[in-house]
Structures are given as C-alpha cells and as structure tokens.
C-alpha cells in the first residue's frame, strides 16, 4: 500500500507512476476523500471538546443547585451529532481505504515504460544455446516418449493442468530442489522454513494478492486459502513485527507446493507442465533496509542465476516494464531461461523489490539504532527458481537424438551417480 502522506506531500510524482503504469490519475479523488475526512476527524474532536465542557458545566450547576436543564440538552443533541459525525468519518475512510488497497506500487526510475512484455528491457545473456543435429523435442514429448510424464492419469486424479512423474523423472524434480536449496542454504546465507501451505486473508492481503487477485487463488471452504507462492506465508514472517536493524537483512527461503487457478490462462500453454495448478517453487524472501533495497534485489537475481549457471542452462535476464510487473513490485527482474523444444525464451525466475508496498500492508517495521520511532522495512521476493520450469529446462537442453536425457554434473550426486535417462529408467 502506498503512504498516504507521501500522495498528499507529491501528487503529481503519484498520477506520474500511475501513468507509467497505463492507469489514470487518482491523486485529486484521493485528496478529496482524504480532506473530508481529516475534516470529519476535527469536527468530530471538536463535538467531543464541547460534549466534555458542556458535562462540566453539568456537574458545576448541580453543585450550585440551578438548573442544567440547557446543558444537558446540548450534550443529548452533541451525541447524536458525534454518532453521525463518526459514522461519516469511517464511510469516508472506508471508501478511502478501498481505493488505496486496489493501487499498484509505483514503479522505480530506472523501470523502462511499455504497455506489456514487448517493452522489457534485455539486463544481460548468460551463455550460448545448445546446437543439435536433429530436431529437439518438447519436454512433454520426451516424458511421454520415456513413459516417465504422464498426463493421462494426473487428468482422471485431477483434470487439466496436472501431472503425474514417475520413477526417475520424479527423482530428477527432487534432485534439483535439493540442489537449489543446498546451494541458497549453504552458500547464499538463507535460512531455510518450512511454512505453512494454507493461510489467512491477511496474509494474502500483505502481500497483495487480496482483495484484487482473488479469482487467480483457490480457497478451501472454511476460509483457508492454498499459497500460490512461498513469498506469502515467508514474508508474513514479519508481519507486525518490530524488528532491530542490526538484525537487517532477514533471508529466508522454502520449498513449497505452489496453487494457482489460471483464471486468466485459458488456452495458453495447455499442453505439457509449463503452467499448472500445482508446481513446486524453491522462493527467496529477503526483509531489508531501505537503503540496501536496491543491492539487495541484484543480489537475489544473482543467486537464482547461480542456480541456472551451475547446471549449464542458457539464459537472459530482463527488466520488466511498467505494464508487465505484478502489482506490489517496484522492479522486477525475470530470469527466462532457452527451452529448445520451444525454440524460445520461457520465464523460469522472477524476482522483486517491493520497497515498503507491502510492509505497509502487513505492519512489518524496524526500530533505527538510537531511535525511539519506528520505519518500514522494504521486502523483496524471487524464485530460485520454479522446480518443474528448471526440470524442464534440463530435459529440453540435455536431451539426446535417441530420446534420451543426460544429467548435469551438479545434479548427479542427487541421483546417485545416474549419467542419463533412458527408456528404462
């Protein structure tokens, strides 16, 4: 959520980031609101001054025997103003809350302008692609062919847009979860958690998926709702929490099941496991400092490359533009990794700094050194990256004429010592 103070303070820099990101000025409407309110706040004080004067004067009449008749009336009739005018006051700051929870973030300054993808700025490649001498196949046609995916059966379990692994393709999405978790772990400096997959509205709300993005999640009937990443319940963490700046930066990461609807996929990338309603992710959450925010998100981006790196995969990185970031970000670098069968880019990494968007939503602050007061902290979120898109990366990128798929050096001690992937695997 924005602060308030801030839009009140440069209303002009706020219809500026709302015009980058193709919405229309809200700044005047929103000030409005906010000064009748802030009016409505006085007014009602004001009533209560008077209603504590006029109660005096009461029990000072009383004292003297006269009568106060008079007074009393007025403290009748100021009640019913103040009920009123606190009714008036919370309709107000209702409407004003629910236009503020339904804007995006800003964009930063360095964030190129564009409507969609088309205006995402390529940061750098990493790599070459792969050459083969005959035509590469799409990772669900290798599954299939190796009788190791199969889609068939996840579609009597569960319908469209599941998936069934079996046997060493199963052992391969473990082995590069593992691999990734080791790697950010043991030499990235995050702290693993094993978090709960079903969560409260709150938590959607701190994070911004609620009240906007409901229909994208799936809930359960007794108002739980299944993550639809690690990012909610990891940055919740700090929800309400006053934390020590020596204690800045927190990074933590999970491997989690990820629930999406797709509500807005329909008829995009319906065959294979390149978008389905249940994936695993290994996520990066760090909570930082205002002023290390910045370096912080190269940071991230770094780690989740690293992963990419080591196993061999060729990538890009991009900066995606104002009509292509998600709703609580401030910058976003995407991590699209070469899937030969496709013969294109595909995202496999997304990472963001939020800046204080959503600690503002979830009360998430630090206490200064030396300061009684309190600030917002800045979280930022990555993938590090999408277990089954990197699965697929490495079928598509290691895959042999005969159909089978040879494993990458770093993943080879997670599958015990196994050099490929045959049909009899």
């Not at 219809?15 to 009602?44: S, V």
Request: hydrophobic letters at 40%.
């Amino acid at each position: 959520m924005l602060d308030l103070k801030w839009i009140r303070e440069n209303p002009e820099d706020f219809d500026g980031g709302l015009r980058r990101r193709g919405l229309e000025p809200l700044a005047a409407q929103l000030l409005d609101l906010d000064a009748r309110r802030r009016k409505a706040q006085t007014e009602l004080q004001d009533l209560q001054n008077r209603r504590n004067a006029a109660s005096k004067e009461i029990g000072e009449a009383k004292r003297r025997g006269e009568d106060a008749a008079a007074q009393m009336a007025e403290v009748a009739k100021l009640k019913n103003s103040m009920a009123e005018t606190e009714a008036r006051e919370r309709t107000l700051a209702a409407e004003l809350d629910g236009i503020l929870t339904g804007i995006p973030n800003t964009p930063g300054p360095d964030v190129p302008d564009g409507a969609d993808e088309r205006a995402n700025l390529c940061v750098r490649t990493q790599g070459t692609a792969p050459a083969f001498d005959f035509a590469p196949k799409q990772h669900f046609e290798l599954g299939e062919d190796l009788g190791l995916m199969d889609f068939d059966a996840a579609a009597k379990l569960s319908g469209a847009r599941f998936v069934v692994l079996r046997r060493t393709l199963s052992r391969l999405h473990r082995a590069l979860a593992s691999f990734m978790l080791d790697i950010h772990t043991g030499e990235h400096g995050y702290s693993e958690v094993t978090p709960p997959y079903l969560v409260r509205d709150q938590a959607l709300f701190g994070t911004g998926q609620l009240p906007k993005f409901g229909e994208d999640l799936f809930r359960t009937t007794n108002d739980f709702w299944l993550i639809p990443t690690a990012e909610v319940p990891l940055t919740n963490l700090a929800a309400g929490d006053i934390l020590d700046e020596a204690a800045l930066p927190l990074r933590v990461t999970a491997l989690t099941p990820c629930f999406r609807s797709e509500a807005g996929a329909a008829g995009k990338d319906t065959r294979g496991m390149l978008r389905q309603h249940q994936f695993d992710k290994v996520e990066l959450v760090s909570i930082a400092h205002p002023e290390h925010s910045d370096a912080e998100l190269e940071r991230m981006t770094a780690c989740a490359e690293e992963v990419l790196k080591r196993l061999g995969l060729h990538y890009r990185v991009v900066c995606l533009s104002t009509g292509d970031m998600g709703f609580a970000a401030r910058k976003t670098y995407d991590i699209e990794v070469w899937l030969p069968g496709q013969d294109t880019y595909r995202e496999i990494s997304s990472c963001s700094n939020c800046w204080d968007f959503q600690a503002r939503r979830m009360k998430a602050r630090y206490r200064p050194a030396g300061e009684k007061g309190t600030r917002f902290v800045h979280t930022l979120n990555g993938s590090g990256v999408a277990v089954g898109r990197c699965l697929i990366a490495v079928m598509e990128n290691y895959q042999r004429a005969d159909g089978s798929i040879a494993i990458p050096e770093a993943l080879q001690p997670y599958m015990g010592g196994l050099r490929e992937i045959g049909a009899d695997a």
